[in-house]
C-alpha cells in the first residue's frame, strides 16, 4: 500500500536559523497537506498542495510539492519558539475517496 | 462553531477490559475518520465512514476494534478485549464532503493506556 515518509524524525534549531521538513510518497499523490501538531495538542491543518511544482508561502513557511507529486517539503525560515510542535505530511492518492496517509512527523525543537 | 469533539480525553484501563470511545465531527461533515497514532511512530489511519456507511475499514488493526456510527451523526470506537499494543492516542477527524481536496479537522484525540 502507499507508504509516505518524512525526514528527520527530530530536529532541534537555535531560534532564528532555519529549519526544513522533506516527505516522500511511495505513489503519485492527488494531493499533500501539511498538519502542524503542538505538543499535548492535536493535528492542525496547515495547508494544501494540488498543483505539480507547486509552491506556497504562509509567513515564514514555504510549502512545496514536486514535479512528479511524490514528494513535498516544508521549509521555515528563521525559527520561532511558536514554531515548536510536530509536522505532519499527509498524502492522498489517486483513485478516488482515498484517506490520508501521514507521515511520521518531524518534531521541531527551538531553542532560545 | 463547535470543533471535533472526543470523549474521553484519557483513559486507563487494563488487559483485557473493553473500552469505548466517542467521537463527535462537527455538524454536517458527512465524512468521519479514525487515527490512531502510537508514541513515535506516524498518525496511522483506520477507517472512514461517509454518513453511517464504512467507506474503508482497511486500517483496522483486528476484530477486536468495532466502529460505528448510528445516525451518522457521532462515532464510537470499541476495543473490546483491550492489549497492552492498543496504547496510544485515538485521534477523530471529519470533514465536510467527499473528495480529493479536503482537509481534515481533527479532534484532541483519546489518549489510550493499557496497562
Known amino acids: 500500500g502507499q507508504q509516505v515518509m518524512q525526514i528527520p524524525q527530530y530536529q532541534h534549531v537555535q531560534e532564528g536559523e532555519d529549519f526544513t521538513t522533506y516527505c516522500n510518497s511511495s505513489t503519485t499523490l492527488s494531493n499533500i497537506q501539511w498538519y502542524k501538531q503542538r505538543p499535548g495538542g492535536h493535528p492542525v491543518f496547515l495547508i494544501q498542495l494540488v498543483k505539480s511544482g507547486e509552491v506556497k508561502k504562509q509567513k515564514r513557511l514555504t510549502f512545496q510539492f514536486g514535479e512528479a507529486k511524490k514528494n513535498s517539503s516544508l521549509h521555515i525560515t528563521a525559527t520561532q519558539t511558536t514554531d515548536v510542535g510536530t509536522y505532519f505530511c499527509?498524502?492522498?492518492?489517486?483513485?478516488?475517496?482515498?484517506?490520508?496517509?501521514f507521515g511520521k512527523g518531524t518534531r521541531l525543537s527551538v531553542i532560545a | 462553531e463547535a470543533g471535533v469533539t472526543q470523549f474521553p480525553s484519557h483513559s486507563v484501563i487494563e488487559k483485557g477490559q473493553t473500552v469505548t470511545l466517542r467521537c463527535d465531527p462537527i455538524s454536517g461533515h458527512d465524512n468521519l475518520y479514525w487515527y490512531r497514532r502510537v508514541m513515535g511512530k506516524e498518525i496511522k489511519f483506520l477507517l472512514h465512514?461517509?454518513?453511517?456507511?464504512?467507506?474503508?475499514e482497511s486500517g483496522m488493526p483486528n476484530n477486536r476494534f468495532l466502529a460505528e456510527r448510528t445516525g451518522g451523526t457521532y462515532s464510537t470506537l470499541k476495543v473490546q478485549p483491550a492489549e497492552l499494543e492498543d496504547s496510544g492516542v485515538y485521534f477523530c477527524?471529519?470533514?465536510?464532503?467527499?473528495?480529493?481536496?479536503?482537509?481534515?479537522?481533527f479532534g484532541q484525540g483519546t489518549r489510550l493506556t493499557v496497562v
Open positions: 465512514f461517509v454518513k453511517e456507511s464504512k467507506q474503508d
Open positions: 477527524a471529519s470533514s465536510p464532503r467527499t473528495g480529493l481536496n479536503t482537509e481534515a479537522f
Open positions: 499527509a498524502g492522498r492518492d489517486w483513485g478516488g475517496n482515498t484517506p490520508l496517509v
